[in-house]
C-alpha cells in the first residue's frame, strides 16, 4: 500500500515539475516565509521532506531528480 503511494506522489512530481512557474501548484511547492514567525515546537512535515524520502526510497539521486522529471517518459519509467 505504502509502494503505490510512493509511486503516485513521485508521478505527481514530475508532472508538478512539468508544469510553467506561473501555475498556482508550482508556486506552492517552492513557498517563502515573507513576514512573521513561525510557532513554536516542532516544525510542520513539508512536501518537500516527504519528497526527498520517497526518492530515497526509490534510490533516486536527490540532486539530479529535477532534471530528469522534466523528460516526462524517462520520469515515468524510473518510478514505475
Same mark, same amino acid.
Given at each position: 500500500?505504502? $509502494?503505490?503511494?510512493?509511486?503516485? +506522489?513521485?508521478?505527481? @512530481? %514530475? $508532472?508538478? #515539475?512539468? #508544469?510553467?512557474?506561473? *501555475?498556482?501548484? /508550482?508556486?506552492i511547492l517552492y513557498?517563502?516565509?515573507?513576514?512573521?514567525?513561525? !510557532? =513554536?515546537? =516542532?516544525? *510542520?512535515? =513539508?512536501? !518537500? +521532506?516527504t519528497l526527498k524520502? +520517497?526518492?530515497?526510497?526509490?534510490?533516486? /539521486? @536527490?540532486?539530479?531528480? @529535477?532534471?530528469?522529471?522534466?523528460? %516526462?517518459?524517462?520520469?515515468?519509467?524510473l518510478v514505475k
Open positions: 500500500m505504502e $509502494y503505490l503511494l510512493i509511486r503516485k +506522489n513521485l508521478r505527481w @512530481t %514530475g $508532472y508538478l #515539475m512539468r #508544469m510553467s512557474p506561473d *501555475r498556482l501548484p /508550482k508556486q513557498p517563502q516565509l515573507s513576514s512573521g514567525h513561525r !510557532k =513554536r515546537g =516542532r516544525p *510542520r512535515l =513539508r512536501f !518537500k +521532506n524520502r +520517497n526518492l530515497k526510497l526509490r534510490d533516486i /539521486k @536527490t540532486d539530479s531528480w @529535477t532534471s530528469l522529471s522534466q523528460q %516526462g517518459d524517462k520520469w515515468r519509467a
